[in-house]
């Protein structure tokens, strides 16, 4: 805490227009999952979205210290053969949620922005909730209907109700363990089938073909959303190219990765295998930070209740302090 109020105040030290110049890389690749005006049960307690006004706010504001670029120039940026205006910004989502389709799109056409999204083929078409969507509608559903079954309890090994201590252990659960979420589904008569089924929170394959045409980004984020660290380096592999082959066959992008929640703990030999393949770089969501695998880009987490400018602010003063501990570079073994 104090560490973060001491980045707060260092970072509030600076002006905006310095930001550009201040800004420690030549590219910064923001993050978002979705925009939405409306309460989403499957996203609320997970993803901290932003409404429309406050996405095209952020848009904005990053537009005055970078230039916008697509994935080929994003590449060719990085062979050295793209001469940018400004440092340069890649604007990326994540999970192929449908807001991304419905709400984001249009605003990003209007002002002439380029986005990539990557997308877990599993979820697409709607046949099933991922685990952390299922869990954020769990607690909504247990929260709303004030549900008491003595099961739950047993199940999730709490002896008390208290929302506090509910959502904690609804929202640890991980991947390895969710069927214990389709479990607590049942015992709280929550209809996960049914709701994403109605609901549809991800995009189906017509309309990613249709961004696809419309010149949008489809890439890689492993076929169902695992944390790659717990897997061994055989299943990391297998969920990340089981994830391409979805997107070969579909015509999208192959030569993008973007790690499902964090790169935290994957190994070199990981990256080896993976750069063997028709990889051209990788993706993890560490802010500004540099990476000993060159190729492996870390991007900056957006959805955290504050503006563009500010999110970005904190980032550079959180570096400096980093810096000066030589923290600033994630090192693999
Ligand atoms: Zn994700």
Redesign the pocket.
């Known amino acids: 805490m104090v560490l973060k109020k001491k980045i707060i105040r260092f970072a509030t030290k600076f002006q905006e227009r310095d930001l550009e110049k201040s800004f420690q890389l030549d590219y910064c690749i923001p993050v978002y999952?979705s925009v939405s005006d409306v309460d989403l049960a499957h996203l609320k307690h997970v993803v901290n979205y932003k409404n429309v006004q406050d996405f095209e706010k952020d848009l904005d504001e990053m537009s005055r210290f970078f230039q916008f670029v697509t994935w080929e120039e994003f590449k060719d940026f990085h062979a050295g053969t793209f001469k940018a205006e400004k440092k340069i910004a890649l604007l990326t989502f994540?999970?192929g949620l449908s807001e991304f389709y419905f709400n984001a799109v249009p605003v990003l056409l209007r002002k002439g922005i380029y986005a990539i999204n990557?997308i877990?083929p599993k979820f697409v078409d709607n046949k099933e909730l991922m685990f952390r969507a299922k869990a954020s509608l769990i607690l909504e559903k247990i929260i709303a209907t004030n549900s008491r079954n003595p099961e739950i309890f047993k199940l999730l090994d709490i002896s008390d109700f208290a929302e506090k201590t509910l959502k904690q252990k609804i929202l640890k659960i991980p991947f390895e363990k969710q069927k214990i979420l389709d479990q607590i589904a049942d015992l709280a008569e929550v209809d996960l089938e049914e709701y994403v089924k109605t609901q549809k929170p991800y995009m189906n394959l017509e309309q990613l073909k249709s961004l696809n045409r419309q010149g949008f980004g489809i890439s890689n984020?492993g076929w169902d959303?695992p944390l790659y660290k717990d897997l061994t380096l055989k299943e990391q592999i297998e969920n990340t190219q089981k994830g391409a082959e979805f997107l070969k066959e579909n015509q999208f992008l192959t030569d993008g990765f973007?790690f499902?929640?964090t790169d935290f703990g994957v190994g070199n030999s990981f990256f080896d295998q993976i750069f063997q393949h028709e990889y051209d770089c990788t993706f993890g969501t560490a802010g500004i930070k540099l990476d000993s695998v060159t190729k492996n880009f870390q991007r900056i987490p957006m959805e955290n209740g504050k503006s563009a400018s500010q999110t970005l602010k904190e980032e550079v003063a959180y570096f400096n302090l980093k810096k000066m501990i030589n923290r600033n570079q994630i090192v693999r073994k």
């Open positions: 999952h994540d999970d990557f877990n984020h959303h973007a499902p929640f």
